[in-house]
């Protein structure tokens, strides 16, 4: 049931981390995928893999750049919304530009991918199925996080909206909530060994994520395996949230 020959899947911040491994396995499982990133030229290499150059920021590029690729690839039936970032600094450090950033990247973007994509599915009359990539900074409060956290609890709150509003078009959307995973953009802090020990301490599963861990889950949610869940938020993060 996990098999996706003949689906479109769009997936953003598809050039490093959990976002390019997302690409990879579901072209591999037979998708067309559209990998959407600021550089695309770091997308995965597949022969079913399309980069595509985009800054989901820019309202206004992704309302031009899903109906152009989707010319080429036909409409997206899945979409990740994997991009994400933000500051890790104390709240009273955080910028304007820090809260700004965060909102638009981890939120905004999401909204905007999943609105014109929706519509464009809404238009042909097929469903779809939406997985946003939250985090586990998002279902508890994680120091030096209020940015980011506050954006990614305000996208699992965005999927249990849009999943109530669009089940009547077919359309499901599903939130995962990674804990820690060694990406580009928590290089630096898991290089410390103290850092990383103390951290791995309080997963009870004793270890951090690795990418090969989101495989079964992201194509659980993609694929008619997952055909009555709607709505659902996950935390993939060992068993840490449960002790938050």
Known sequence: MTNLDG??????GASS?????????????GATVIGAARRPERVPRHDRIVPLELDITDRAAVREAVPRIAGTTGWPDIVVNNAGGGAVKPALDHTDADWDHALAVNLTGAWTVSTVVAEGLRRL??????VNVASAAG????????AYGTSKAALIHLTRQ?????????IRVNAICPGHFPTELNAEFLADERFRERITRRIPLGRLGRLDDLTGLVLLLASDA???LTGGVIPLDGGQSLRS
């Open 162 to 170: 849009l999943a109530l509003e669009w089940a009547p078009l077919g």
């Open 226 to 228: 997952s055909a009555y």
């Open 17 to 29: 981390g959990l976002g390019a491994h997302t690409a990879r396995i579901l072209a591999e499982h």
């Open 7 to 12: 689906k479109v899947a769009l997936v953003t």
């Open 139 to 146: 279902l508890n409060p994680v120091a030096d996080t209020a």
């Open 125 to 130: 009359g097929r469903p779809g199925s939406i």
